[in-house]
């Protein structure tokens, strides 16, 4: 499998996903004239890329230069293979409009072909999925964010563990929890994690400060 094919089977799965979203989506349809170039467009589309109908005629240069710059070249790239095979396409891709805004665009078509069997026409489907990308990035952001408290927590259980077992103060215990996370190769935070699990599962035991200071500390 080529880059292109896991591109486009990326950008196939993320319009579906986004339609199987159950969100209601703006969509419009298009139709390109490869002959000539002529473009037509429902009024959503011009929507799409901040204009109204009458502002500007749909070309394939006008649809480019709205592209985002670190997407153009992909999206130039997909349009020509279509134009050259005829195959159906996906591609998902950000565009700046007219108006300025930023808009994430889903793509979807595929050629048609003469009796001779030439590719005359792509026609398709434009899908916004400007407001589904938000909604994943905040959900993502608001993962992180769990992800990084949950972390946090984990380290400074840990340490206040190592501050009352061993008799350290902050700074100490943090030092070597941290050293510790070095030499093992291992995250802090599941570092941290094992010492509390450990300093449970010991609790009763009467040398749980020599045997946690072992496992902190370099091996002799």
Same mark, same amino acid.
């Given at each position: 499998?080529?880059?292109?094919?896991?591109?486009?089977?990326?950008?196939?799965?993320?319009?579906?996903?986004? @339609?199987?979203?159950?969100?209601?989506?703006?969509?419009?349809?298009y139709r390109v004239d490869l002959a000539t170039g002529q473009w037509w467009w429902s009024d959503e589309?011009?929507?799409?890329?901040?204009?109204?109908?009458?502002?500007?005629?749909?070309?394939?240069?006008?649809? @480019?230069?709205?592209?985002? *710059?670190?997407?153009?070249?992909?999206?130039?790239?997909?349009?020509?293979?279509?134009?050259?095979?005829?195959?159906?396409?996906?591609?998902?891709?950000?565009?700046?409009? /007219?108006? /300025?805004?930023?808009?994430?665009?889903?793509?979807?078509?595929?050629?048609?072909?003469?009796?001779?069997?030439?590719?005359?026409?792509?026609?398709?489907?434009?899908?916004?999925?400007?407001?589904?990308?938000?909604?994943?990035?905040?959900?993502?952001?608001?993962?992180s964010i769990r992800t990084a408290a949950e972390s946090r927590a984990a380290i400074e259980q840990a340490?206040?563990?190592?501050?009352?077992?061993?008799?350290? #103060?902050? #700074?100490?215990?943090?030092?070597? @929890?941290?050293?510790?996370?070095? +030499?093992?190769?291992? *995250?802090?935070?599941?570092?941290?994690?094992?010492?509390?699990?450990?300093? +449970?599962?010991?609790?009763?035991? *009467?040398?749980?400060?020599?045997?946690? +200071?072992?496992?902190?500390? *370099?091996?002799?």
């Amino acid at each position: 499998m080529t880059d292109a094919d896991t591109s486009a089977r990326l950008d196939l799965q993320d319009v579906v996903s986004s @339609l199987a979203a159950g969100q209601a989506q703006a969509v419009g349809r298009y139709r390109v004239d490869l002959a000539t170039g002529q473009w037509w467009w429902s009024d959503e589309i011009y929507a799409m890329h901040g204009f109204e109908r009458g502002d500007v005629a749909p070309s394939t240069a006008l649809m @480019l230069a709205h592209k985002h *710059p670190d997407d153009r070249e992909r999206v130039d790239r997909t349009w020509q293979e279509a134009a050259r095979t005829g195959l159906p396409f996906s591609s998902v891709h950000r565009v700046i409009g /007219g108006d /300025g805004e930023t808009r994430v665009l889903g793509v979807v078509g595929q050629g048609r072909r003469a009796q001779d069997g030439q590719v005359t026409e792509l026609v398709g489907y434009f899908i916004d999925l400007t407001d589904s990308h938000r909604r994943a990035g905040m959900r993502e952001a608001a993962a992180s964010i769990r992800t990084a408290a949950e972390s946090r927590a984990a380290i400074e259980q840990a340490k206040g563990v190592i501050i009352t077992v061993l008799d350290l #103060d902050e #700074d100490e215990a943090f030092a070597l @929890l941290r050293d510790a996370s070095n +030499r093992s190769n291992v *995250p802090v935070r599941t570092l941290a994690t094992g010492v509390l699990d450990f300093v +449970r599962s010991q609790v009763q035991d *009467p040398d749980v400060a020599a045997q946690l +200071r072992k496992m902190l500390s *370099p091996p002799d």
